[in-house]
């Protein structure tokens, strides 16, 4: 019998993510993103869920990773739009595109930071939002779309 393909689940980081251990460790955490995009793998290799990280602090690159989705394989996708996530009409309609499961991640609870930052521009497009849980919550999104598409 052959063995089934590895379903494919592709994380996107948004901007200043690439500082994390260095800013704000306070409400981000110490890990490095390097470390969380470990953790994801490993987790990956435990769910049968092979993972891609990729971070930008560009939207237009976000977009056309976000856009370059359909007909790729990916399975499921986990965003952390980061600022973007209180301005981007353009990621949002990006999402748009996409008949996979997307899992909004926050490190911080948004909703018990500045008030500018409780509206999400992309958290009615996803599937669902996890936040305020630190690196876990990529995590528990992982482990919520390998349910889903697994």
């Known amino acids: 019998m052959a063995e089934q393909p590895e379903k494919s689940v592709l994380v996107i980081h948004g901007p ?19 470390v969380i995009d470990m953790d994801l793998n490993a987790a990956g290799d435990k769910l049968g869920v092979r993972v891609t990280c990729f971070q930008s602090n560009h939207e237009g690159e976000i977009v056309e990773k976000i856009q370059g989705i359909p007909g790729s394989g990916i399975a499921g996708l986990i965003i952390n739009p980061a600022a973007y996530t209180h301005t981007s009409i353009a990621i949002r309609d990006a999402l748009l595109l996409l008949d996979i ?19 999400s521009m992309t958290a009615d497009v996803a599937t669902g939002q996890i936040a305020g849980f630190g690196k876990t919550g990529y995590i528990l999104a992982l482990e919520a779309i390998a349910d889903m598409i697994c």
């Open 16 to 34: 200043n993510l690439n500082m994390l251990g260095r800013r704000e460790p306070e409400k981000y955490g110490s890990d490095t993103l390097a």
């Open 101 to 119: 499961p997307v899992v909004e991640v926050h490190l911080s609870n948004i909703y018990r930071r500045e008030p500018f930052r409780h509206k």
